[in-house]
Structure formats: structure tokens, C-alpha cells
């Protein structure tokens, strides 16, 4: 928007679609203007399949990882400005449940959280913190995983713990 590129010029700078770009932006905006974005499913729609995901990585089940997520989902973790190494992007099912796997050390200190109103999760080792994550779910999948590990953020967050 800054630049006021038509969109097909932005997508192909970014590997997308044009019409893939232009719902980028769209979600962009919303963030921006603090927006969050929503899930189409129940709260206990999305715990089962929040669940189902840390099972998944927990056992180091390629497959019912695979059978949660979208096939185009994103997972966005922000590690924030004191370990920006360790923030990234990752798209598409597969690599996103190859990164999943290496969750399988934090999914026992992980518990239930609400995270902007929907299913989430905290990894808290120790009783503290290290990292918190939240699902969109559209369609029955997982579409995208945002996950905040940013020491100085997490110390400021007031969360709301989810019984089973």
C-alpha cells in the first residue's frame, strides 16, 4: 500500500499469486489496524484440533500432522529483536509439520490458553513462559500458527487459561 504497486507486480516479489497477494495485504490491514484473525470453528472445535496437532508432534507423527494442517498454512514465529535468528516463516503443510516435529521437546510444559479469543497454546517450562501460540482454523485445517516468543512481550502478556 505504501508504495501503491498494482498487485500484480507485488506478487511475483513475493512468489505469490496476484490474488494471493492481494488477501495478504488484506490480513496485513487488519493487523495493522488490530484486526485479529478469526477462526471459522468452535472453541472446542479448535482445542480438538489444537490437541490433535501437539499429540501429533509429541509422538513425532509426520502423517497426523499432515492431516490437521491446510495444505497452504503458514506459521509465523516472532522471537523478537534479542534472538532474530530464531524468528521465521515457514509455508506449506509439509514444512510446517517438519518444524513441528522439533516442538516435541515444549509439548509437555504446553498448556491451553486463549489466544485473541481462539485455541491456543503457552510453553511454560519451569512455570515460565518461553513461547505462546495461537491456530487459525478455517475449514476443518489449521490455515495459520502464530507463535510469540519474544521474552520481552511474554513478560507483558495476561493470559487466560483453558481447562479441559
Given at each position: 500500500?505504501m ?39 468452535d472453541?472446542?472445535?479448535q ?110 502478556l ?7
Open positions: 500500500d508504495f501503491d504497486l498494482p498487485f500484480e507486480e507485488i506478487a511475483p516479489l513475493i512468489g505469490r499469486s496476484s490474488t494471493a497477494a492481494r488477501q495478504l495485504a488484506s490480513r496485513a490491514r487488519r493487523r495493522v489496524k488490530g484486526q485479529p484473525t478469526v477462526s471459522d470453528a472453541l472446542a472445535r482445542r480438538e484440533l489444537l490437541d490433535a496437532f501437539v499429540a501429533a508432534a509429541r509422538e513425532g507423527d509426520f502423517e497426523a500432522l499432515l492431516a490437521v494442517l491446510d495444505p497452504d498454512v503458514v506459521l509465523r514465529a516472532d522471537a523478537g529483536t534479542l534472538r532474530p535468528g530464531v524468528s521465521r516463516i515457514l509455508r506449506g503443510a509439509e514444512a510446517v509439520a517438519r518444524g513441528a516435529l522439533g516442538f516435541s521437546r515444549g509439548a509437555p510444559h504446553a498448556r491451553p490458553v486463549l489466544v485473541n479469543g481462539a485455541a491456543g497454546l503457552v510453553v511454560m517450562p519451569r512455570g515460565r513462559p518461553v513461547a505462546v501460540g495461537g491456530v487459525t482454523i478455517r475449514n476443518g485445517k489449521i490455515v495459520a500458527i502464530d507463535i510469540l516468543a519474544d521474552p520481552e512481550r511474554l513478560r507483558q495476561d493470559l487466560t487459561f483453558l481447562t479441559d
